[in-house]
Structure formats: C-alpha cells, structure tokens
C-alpha cells in the first residue's frame, strides 16, 4: 500500500505537469479516484479551488474589517494627540509655526495654521470677541497684509479686533474709567480710522467716540488731565493689550500668580 507521502508525491506531480490545462473539476475528479476524500492533498486540492463535494459544511464568511487610511490613522493619532495638549501650547504651537512658515514665502500655510489657532481658541473661549483673541487676530492680520487678494479678510479681521478693544474698555470701565477711555481713544486713533468711509466703520467710529464721551464725562479734571497725556504718548493699542491678556503658558505658569485683576 502507498504510504501517504507517497500519495502526496503523487498529487503533486499531477498537479504540476497538468495545472496548466486541466479544468477545476478534471483535477477533483481524478484525486476523488486516486485518493479519497481522505487524503490530505486531495482536501488540500479542494480548499485550494474552493470546491466542495455535496455534504460538506458550507464555511461562515466571516467580514473582514476594513483598515482605516492611513491618512485618517495619521489625523486620528493627531487628534488623540492634540486633545491632551492644553489649548494655550497648542495656539502656541500654531502661531510659532505659522510664523516661521510666514517668514519663507508660505503665507498660504501661514494663514491656514493662524486661522486654525483662531478657531481653537474661539471654542476654547466660547466667545469671538474676547480680548484673550487679540494676539492671535494680530498675527493673522499680518500674514493676511502680504497678499491684495485678502484685503477683505484683512479689514475683517480687522473689525475683530475692534471688537475685543471694545469688549477690554468696558471691563475696565467700572473700576477703571481712564484705563477704559484711553483704550478706546487709542482704538479709535489707531484701527478706527482705517475703516472710515465705510458703513460699518462709521458705525463703529461713531460708538467708540460716544462711548468716550460718556466716560470721560464721569472724570475728574486730574483724570481728564491723565487720560489726555497718556492717550498723546501713544501705543499699539491692539499689540499691548494682546501682551497683556496672552495666556499664560502652563510650563512658565506660578502658582498664584495674576498680573492683571481684569484678565
């Protein structure tokens, strides 16, 4: 009797000389003969062609599960990331990227990162006017000045950042009238007049300028006096109060630590 080596020798040969021409079914029939529903070729030969005698068990497809991207692994991981990161690094991180982007001829990149920074902080705020947007509305407004085709988002951007001056001058106004009203001349002097002759800067310069009244007409003569020499000196309005509400970041935080009673 052959031994089942030698069967499988066999098969072997069969299949290598003929599995060029023989069909699916001349190669199960002659290992049927040769064989048996025993031999471990001939269930070898059948697992191998998909073919199955009447009673055998019909195998459950299982679902293979799809891979995900490699792109959508990569944003995921970035996500997973980026979530355990607290916001003040991560709009950071941005804004020192965006940077170094805008600095090589990459505005577009630039802009993109800068806007992105925005977006976060504005979640993080739940507010689009909060003065703590100031520093990352200024950094935007620089990249979106490298390009005429932005013009418009640059004068929108602009009317933002407006509107965070005027949100800090009203937290100051109550314990600090003329700490509210040289913020706001200084808005009016420096971001306001950009927009004259516009209906919406008109607005604005006309809210600014009766909000001032209002608020210097509560002033002693001293103050008045205060207000009208520190308005003169003079300051980037919009960079200087974007210093002082810039968050702090976590790694140089102080336990305790409040530089302003208003932030």
Known sequence: ???????????????????????????????????????????????????????????????????????????ERREIADAKVPIPERVWALRNTAQTLAMTGLEEKARMLLEQAVSVKEQWLRSVADPKLLGELGALKYVLQMR????????????????????????YSKDQPVEAARVLSLTAQQLGVVLEGTQEGDEINKEINERIQELTSQLSYEDKIQL?????????????????????????????KKTDPFL
């Open 148 to 171: 005429v085709e932005w013009r418009g988002e640059w004068e929108l951007n602009h009317v933002r950042q407006i509107r965070c001056l005027q949100v800090a001058a009203e937290r």
């Open 1 to 75: 009797a052959a031994s089942l080596s030698d069967e499988e020798d066999g098969w072997k040969s069969f299949f290598l000389d003929r599995h060029s021409t023989a069909t699916l079914q001349e190669v199960v029939d002659v290992a049927r003969e040769l064989g048996g529903d025993r031999t471990v070729v001939y269930n070898l030969l059948k697992l191998h062609w998909g073919y199955r005698d009447p009673g055998d068990v019909v195998p459950v497809e299982v679902p293979v599960e799809e891979w995900p991207d490699a792109a959508d692994l990569r944003k």
């Open 228 to 256: 009208k020499a520190s308005v003169e000196i003079g300051a980037d309005v919009a960079v200087e109060l974007g210093d002082r509400y810039a968050d702090e970041l976590e790694v140089y935080r102080v336990p305790g």
